[in-house]
């Protein structure tokens, strides 16, 4: 327990994670669990306890919850859905210190003191401007990803944060969707609108991340290390995969897809 402890935090050091730190962590927790062989209460316990031990009282810890089930006509419970982006993203969630930002497709679940500053007032949109994302970007948090893709070299490297860049360019292959539905509140049940920039159903395009993964080692702007030479961990800015992400788009318009999109006409249903 202990080893596995000090390597996580000797991992989390050399990828340049410090006291005081925002991150917003993408994270598979099954490796830890091979590893470590513990229940899933300890090892999600001992994941969180290696970041909050690196990042301090001072730092935020930030971890997407997102649910699509709004999407499909259900009722968002901001106090109840659960994240379906995986066990530790839940963890935090339903921690007693935690608050999420209310979006009933892509909210958030923070622990620290700009948590509440980064949830406060931010728009209806998924990526757009005053989302949870630009907010991240304003205050250029780190970015980890943590234990995600053991064969690094098969799907490479992508975040969700890449499609708040995509918006932020205008791209061509994806297009603002709204969704109306029934938020609950507890005491309060209202009806609203909110939108994702998503593909077209036609032509479901999709990110090279090996292609992305090459183009941010190059520039040595994502920083990775492995646990147990074979779990990736890494770390980049909100400022940093912004330049890069942006400047790949600049250059080339479907640089970051695996095939360039269809010129028949799409369909937006």
Partial sequence: MLDVKKSIEEVLKKIGLEEGDIVLIHSDSTAIKKITGLQWARVLNLINDCFINMIGESGTLIVPTFNWDFCKGKTYSHKTTPSQVGMFSNYVLFNKNSIRSLHPIYSFAGIGPAAKDIFSNISKSSYGKNSVFHKLHQKN??????????NIMGRGYTTTFIH????????DYRFIKHFSGTVNLGDIEYDDIFDLYVRFKDDPVELDGKKILHQLLNTRKLKREFIDDIYPVSQISCNDLYDEIMKMLYEAPYSLLQNPPKQSQRSVN
Avoid: G, T
């Fill in 164 to 171: 708040y860049v995509e918006q932020m360019k205008s791209i």
């Fill in 141 to 150: 948090a780190k970015i980890i990803s943590f234990c995600i893709d053991p």
